[in-house]
């Protein structure tokens, strides 16, 4: 070991370990079966699911930063499937059940953690909604129940109960809510689809998408100042936070408006928070990583932009709500804040499936509901670019729903602002 | 703070104000075809240059027009709805008196979101 340290030390080259998680970089290719355009969560499982259910390996995932190191790296790490329709609860808990079992199937740790969700009601019409999410998410298998303020005192015994003078009426109470790394969702399944022959090429952006007569052909993409054109049978678009831009390449629009969505984490402290916390009315949800720092969210900021600046105006208003629940946090200093983009669509459910260019799929409109769903996405994403066939599950989130007035009214995603 | 220059009250806190969607104007409410429709309540500008914008003043009630970028986050101009011709083709002409006072239902049809 120290002569080899030694020999490294004096060679020009920098090694890459025989069992590093990912291989080294290598030139890209004319021509791929698929490419799948943006390396975050969903783009690489994507990846990971068409080699290893479908065989598809002639794969080239195009990122033009770093591995997940878009919006997959700036959520907050929920998972959960208490949502309101059935189209949403049937689908997000897909995703929560996959999750279960990834860091097994990776051999690589993605530091899942089942903690529970608790949503809280402070008013009788909250109480009354969340009796029907309860229902709905039995219904579909889902571990869901209403519980008392006595049960809320008992799973959370640090919680103000009378906050801000709208007292804790009852919880939403989310059995498998979750948390996991979110990077490491995306290193695992990067790792995974690699190891099957998939290409990952990072520092490579697409900067435009060729379509002949109605048909994807390939696209143009830039690594460095060098240009690439890239032909493939099918492309894949999962850049969530600039999915309007990049459709807008292939030549339509989407129904999507981007917001940019604000959170911090506060210094470390000792574990006194198990489940995940969130407040509707106080546009608020607070959890306690396993590295013992407490994360702040809430809703996307009040107007449109593409910018990851930060406002002082959110941060007051998030966080003196979020004293109102735990007024001891008061004193916490904040480590960290963090923007990320949110593409939001009206109904507040993902836009999925065929797009007006042939053999170009969508995986957008991923607002503040994308990480939780990463692994399901993956896989009906997977089998409908290996089949050509919209899923079921995925069926009611196409675009076209938006022109025929059959939208997916899920008011249950983002546990902060409704 | 972000200060948003309001065209009644001057510059004031961007929190005092609430964002209300792109201005458009509406599709002909007897012809226009259910695709229009779609087109016009969901398929808002989301690209990364200049938007036209509806904004609130709270505190005031006053509706107002602003042009802002959509990724410097720069106001570039702020107006009254009644100095815009696409809007108000009429009142844009003349009487400037009463262009400043644009009639509430004017202004109300035209805000969609």
Redesign the interface.
Same mark, same amino acid.
């Given at each position: 070991m120290p002569f080899g340290l030694l020999k490294y030390g004096l060679s020009n080259n920098y090694p890459f370990e025989k069992d590093a998680d990912l291989p080294p970089p290598t030139a890209l290719k004319k021509r791929y079966d698929v490419v799948i355009i943006g390396g975050g969560g969903h783009g690489v499982a994507t990846a990971y699911y068409l080699a290893k259910y479908h065989g598809i390996t002639n794969v080239a995932i195009l990122e033009k930063g770093y591995l997940g190191g878009g919006n997959t790296a700036r959520n907050t790490a929920v998972i959960r499937s208490n949502y309101l329709t059935s189209d949403g609860v049937k689908f997000y808990a897909e995703s929560v059940k996959l999750f279960r079992d990834l860091s097994n199937e990776f051999d690589f740790n993605i530091m899942y953690s089942k903690r529970g969700q608790l949503t809280l009601a402070h008013t009788d019409a909250a109480i009354r909604g969340f009796r029907q999410r309860t229902e709905v998410n039995k219904h579909f298998g889902g571990k869901t129940e209403l519980i008392d303020p006595q049960q809320i005192r008992e799973l959370v015994p640090t919680l103000n109960m009378n906050p801000g003078h709208q007292p804790v009426l009852g919880g939403l109470w989310h059995i498998d809510g979750a948390t996991a790394r979110h990077d490491a969702v995306a290193w695992g399944y990067a790792k995974g689809a690699t190891q099957r022959g998939v290409e990952l090429h990072q520092l490579t952006e697409v900067t435009d998408v060729i379509v002949e007569n109605g048909k994807v052909k390939g696209v143009k993409a830039k690594q460095g100042s060098a240009e690439h054109t890239i032909e493939c049978g099918i492309a894949v678009q999962a850049v969530a936070g600039h999915s309007s831009l990049l459709a807008e390449k292939a030549g339509f629009r989407l129904p999507i408006v981007t917001y940019p969505l604000q959170a911090m984490v506060t210094q470390p402290v000792k574990p006194f928070l198990d489940p995940l916390v969130s407040s509707p009315a106080f546009h608020c949800y607070v959890q306690q990583t396993g590295r013992g720092e407490l994360v702040f969210g809430g809703g996307s900021d009040p107007y449109p932009l593409y910018n990851s600046r930060s406002t002082l105006e959110l941060k007051e208003q998030l966080l003196a709500h979020a004293v109102e629940l735990f007024p001891f946090v008061a004193n916490l200093k904040l480590m960290r804040q963090w923007t990320g983009l949110t593409d939001m669509t009206s109904d507040y459910s993902p836009i999925m499936g065929l797009s007006p260019v042939e053999n170009y799929y969508l995986d957008a409109g991923w607002g503040t509901w994308g990480f939780k769903s990463t692994p399901i996405c993956g896989k009906t994403m997977a089998e409908l670019v290996a089949t050509g066939k919209v899923p079921e599950l995925i069926k009611p989130f196409g675009a076209d729903r938006f022109s025929e007035f059959r939208q997916v009214n899920e008011m249950g995603a983002t546990a902060a602002s409704h | 703070? +972000?200060i948003m220059p309001c065209p009644l009250n001057g510059p004031r =806190?961007?929190?005092e104000f *609430? /964002?209300g969607g792109e201005v458009t104007s509406l599709p002909d409410v007897e012809t226009a075809p &259910? +695709?229009e429709w @779609? !087109?016009h $309540?969901? /398929? @808002?500008y =989301?690209? $990364?240059g200049v @938007?036209k !914008?509806w904004w609130y003043h709270v505190a005031s009630g006053y509706w107002f027009i602003a042009e802002r970028h959509? *990724? $410097? &986050?720069q106001i570039l101009r702020t107006y009254d709805p009644s100095e815009d011709r696409t809007l108000f083709p009429a009142a844009a002409t003349t009487d400037a008196a009463a262009a400043t006072q644009p009639s509430a239902e004017a202004v109300k049809e035209e805000i969609t979101e």
């Open positions: - | 703070m +972000k =806190n961007i929190s *609430v /964002y &259910d +695709k @779609a !087109e $309540t969901f /398929y @808002a =989301n690209g $990364t @938007a !914008e959509r *990724v $410097t &986050d």
